[in-house]
């Protein structure tokens, strides 16, 4: 079983930049990012492989989200940047041990770390 604890959340204006972290407990294969808001699906924002080499992106993303790993400590990072209103949800750290990245169905999940963009 591998935990993840995410953290780096918070409350943030329209245009500004937040770095979420994950820290899993052990080796993960792919790994990436997930996120819900109020009365919406949970949808996948970005995945990326054990060697960095494949990424995904949401469209709605694209651009403005960075996504890196860095395997020596089992840590994945998230960089937001020109955040937006819509960007407002619960986003969740998820991790499989097999698969693509842009279909990551995980075996493991972190609890969720509240991200707020105000207008």
């Known amino acids: 079983q591998v935990q993840l604890v995410e953290s780096g959340g918070g409350l943030v204006q329209a245009g500004d930049s937040l770095r979420l972290s994950c820290k899993a407990s052990?080796?993960?294969?792919?790994m990436g990012w997930f996120r819900q808001a109020p009365g919406k699906e949970r949808e996948l924002v970005s995945a990326?492989?054990?060697?960095?080499?494949?990424?995904y992106y949401a469209d709605s993303v694209k651009g403005r989200f960075t996504l890196s790993r860095d395997n020596a400590k089992d840590t994945l990072y998230l960089q937001m940047n020109s955040l937006k209103p819509e960007d407002t949800a619960v986003y969740y750290c998820?991790?499989?041990?097999?698969?693509?990245?842009?279909?990551?169905?995980?075996?493991?999940w972190g609890q969720g770390t509240q991200v707020t963009v105000s207008s």
């Open positions: 990326i492989d054990w060697l960095g080499t494949n990424t």
């Open positions: 998820a991790a499989a041990i097999r698969g693509a990245v842009a279909t990551l169905q995980p075996d493991f």
């Open positions: 052990g080796m993960t294969i792919v």
